[in-house]
């Protein structure tokens, strides 16, 4: 964490500052066009009297007046020069020097005055002739331009002089205990490292001095003042904190630098304390909530006013939430403004309007809005969508049961919701709501998302974790259910859910459980489906191994074939190809560069690649296995007297509903398409039958119309 140079609110006034210079200049210019010297002169000694300091605008007006009256610069810089020296101001002294020093003194007078301001600004500091000499001050005094980064370096070494408190990035704070010439080095003594020695080149870039009212110099040399501190006003330590550095700090961030202080059991009671204090802000860094400090309270309430006409409707609702107690002013304005937000949006975005009722009925401030959600719910054409556009979601959990409790048609509500809901817990409350009240509507629901799992990817991988629910999963063959979770793994619509499916075939994970229900004619299928799943090596190991403890004749079966069309066994052998020259090389490459930034137990690259590493090495394994024992299919030997692998039927349903299947390898499977694989549950069904023969499909007779040989 960096070392503090201010805060936003500082930038800000020196932002202020600086236009209000840029215009005190363009004055300046007018008065010197004009001639009018003695209206510039007074001018100036009441910037004098005021603003010694202010050096922008004596050397802008130094610079603009030099041209027409050197004399006049050299007496009024003159001026500033002995203000300066007097009020022992001497590093402002030194920025007038190196900025506009040859207006007012001769080369040769630059360098004492130098000189004199450093010997005075150090003239506690044991180090300091040793050091002028040892960065050459002293030698080429004429070269004005090699004095100042001379004057530079030393003022650089200067700030560690012994005594001084320090931070040192990756190593936490210490104090300088020597200055050694000789070996132009610091020796430091940090908490936990001792004699530590960094050298003069070094230093300014690994090192940061700690102002006294720094946090973690006070830790160090006053921590009975802090303990005080987070005992009697907790806002007040997290405010000193704050003031510590220069950016937004998360919970976390403050949790650990205070760890000596705030014990782990304290920690939730002196945080919601501390929290409140009227000058902490929360802010957005990285994504993340974060909090930062105004200078005063009214800065602070002005702060979350601009931030709250500046943001978004979701922001709006954040800051409301977050600083309603500040003041009862502010908390009925943003109200105010939320009411007439809920009231705007009810036609355009009623999804919008109920989590502002909610936010506004929490904090008791719903003020005149007569409507209510149940009423809005009520009136819905589509409640449950109305529903699943709230964005969050225990205000969703709240309005499914206002809906299933008050709505004219509970189950048609529950059963649209089931088939929009994507959050877990909500899509098990459904579930069961649905389970208790109406199980023919689960159970199609369940039918038609194993039916097109790639359709909905968060509702798959919920039904992926709850497959030991006989509620979902009564009646359903197990085989089939694992090698839809293991044929996910593959799909890109579920590369945000694949570490959860993964989850799910862990030992004792829900989907393993599937494995128990296997009959051993089912076992070789499950087998091929684990060797062709990306999954950790270890974990396919002992998936298999569990199948083979339970069925002992798969340890002498023979390989079954994997049938697939010429094109899915050139676009696999492509993949083989691309995997071993292009990929595995990269991934060794980009592991021996991660490894090389060190600390592997924190290096995310060297974590990445590594994961990167076990999934290419287990897809590669996969893609071997399958390739090994492919047999290509021929169109032209396919005798379509029966249902076969690579034959296209025709069916004809009731009603003369019509539809084509086709049945291919897994790599070709395409549900959604009409092709389906002659190992899964539908597949299976299909082969062998003939033209004129039924079939039952998902609770659908089919009659099978013609048979062809896929083209």
């Known amino acids: 964490m960096e070392t503090p140079v201010g805060n936003s609110q500082e930038a800000f006034k020196r932002a202020v500052e600086s236009l209000f210079i840029m215009t005190e200049l363009q004055n300046t210019a007018e008065l010197i066009e004009s001639g009018r010297l003695d209206e510039l002169e007074d001018l100036w000694l009441d910037h004098l009297a005021d603003q010694p300091q202010n050096l922008d605008f004596f050397v802008g007006t130094a610079e603009l007046l030099a041209g027409s009256d050197r004399d006049r610069t050299t007496f009024l810089l003159d001026l500033v020069d002995e203000q300066l020296r007097e009020g022992t101001h001497w590093q402002d002294r030194l920025e007038l020097l190196r900025r506009v020093g040859p207006l007012y003194l001769e080369p040769s007078e630059i360098h004492a005055a130098i000189m004199g301001s450093l010997r005075e600004m150090y003239r506690n500091c044991p180090s300091l002739e040793g050091l002028i000499e040892k960065v050459g001050l002293l030698r080429a005094i004429a070269d004005t331009s090699k004095t100042w980064d001379k004057v530079r370096r030393l003022q650089g070494l200067m700030q560690f002089e012994r005594g001084t408190v320090v931070w040192m990035e990756g190593k936490g704070p210490g104090r300088v205990e020597e200055v050694n010439l000789e070996l132009e080095s610091f020796k430091l003594e940090l908490e936990q490292y001792s004699g530590l020695r960094v050298g003069f080149a070094a230093a300014p870039k690994l090192l940061r001095p ?3 009212h720094h946090i973690e110099r006070r830790k160090l040399e006053d921590p009975e003042t802090l303990q005080d501190l987070k005992r009697a006003a907790p806002g007040e330590l997290l405010l000193t904190t704050l003031k510590s550095y220069d950016q937004p700090m998360t919970a976390a961030e403050i949790r650990q630098l205070l760890g000596g202080l705030v014990a782990d059991d304290e920690w939730s009671s002196w945080w919601s304390q501390a929290r409140q204090h009227p000058q902490v802000l929360t802010a957005t860094a990285k994504g993340h909530q974060a909090y930062t400090w105004a200078s005063s309270e009214s800065d602070a309430l002005e702060t979350v006013r601009q931030q709250f006409a500046t943001g978004d409707i979701a922001d709006k609702l954040k800051i409301f939430r977050k600083n309603a107690s500040r003041s009862t002013e502010v908390a009925e304005d943003m109200a105010g403004q939320l009411r007439s937000l809920a009231l705007e949006s009810l036609a355009a975005d009623p999804g919008i309007a109920l989590t502002i009722w909610y936010a506004l ?95 909905r990817p968060a509702t798959f991988t919920w039904l992926a974790e709850n497959v030991d629910s006989p509620d979902l999963v009564a009646g359903r063959s197990s085989l089939r259910m694992l090698q839809q979770i293991l044929d996910c793994l593959h799909q890109s619509e579920f590369a945000t859910f694949k570490v959860r499916l993964q989850r799910t075939v862990e030992t004792g994970g829900p989907a393993t459980k599937l494995l128990a229900e296997i009959t051993e004619a089912q076992a070789p299928r499950a087998e091929q489906a684990l060797q062709r799943a990306p999954l950790e090596e270890h974990q396919r190991e002992t998936l298999v191994k569990y199948l083979h403890v339970r069925f002992p004749s798969l340890d002498g079966a023979r390989e079954t074939p994997l049938y697939a069309t010429p094109a899915a066994i050139e676009l696999r052998q492509q993949e083989l190809r691309q995997l071993k020259q292009e990929e595995i090389p990269a991934n060794r490459k980009a592991i021996e560069e991660a490894r090389a930034l060190g600390d592997l137990r924190e290096n995310f690259e060297y974590k990445a690649a590594r994961q990167r590493h076990e999934y290419l090495n287990a897809r590669l394994a996969s893609l071997e296995n399958d390739l090994s024992r492919v047999r290509p299919l021929d169109a032209a030997a396919i005798d379509p007297s029966q249902v076969r692998i690579g034959c296209q039927i025709e069916l004809v349903g009731a009603a003369d509903a019509s539809r084509s299947l086709t049945i291919l390898g897994p790599w070709e499977s395409d549900p959604d398409d009409g092709i389906v694989s002659y190992d899964s549950e539908v597949g299976q069904q299909f082969l062998g039958k003939r033209t004129g023969d039924s079939v039952t499909v998902g609770g659908v007779e089919w009659e099978i119309h013609e048979i062809r040989a896929r083209g």
Request: aromatic content about 4%; overall charge negative; proline content about 9%.
């Open 210 to 212: 700690l102002p006294p």
């Open 361 to 455: 009925d929490k904090a008791g401030a719903l003020g005149e809005l007569s409507w209510t959600p149940g009423k809005l719910l009520q009136e819905s054409a589509d409640p449950a969508k109305l529903i699943a556009s709230v964005g969050d979601r225990a205000i969703r959990e709240r309005l499914y049961h206002l809906g299933l409790e008050e709505h004219p048609d509970p189950a048609a509500v529950a059963r649209t919701a089931f088939s929009l809901e994507n959050d877990p817990r909500l899509l098990t409350t459904l579930a069961e709501w649905l389970g208790e009240q109406d199980p023919s509507a689960l159970r199609s629901a369940v039918d038609d998302l194993l039916s097109h799992p790639r359709r």
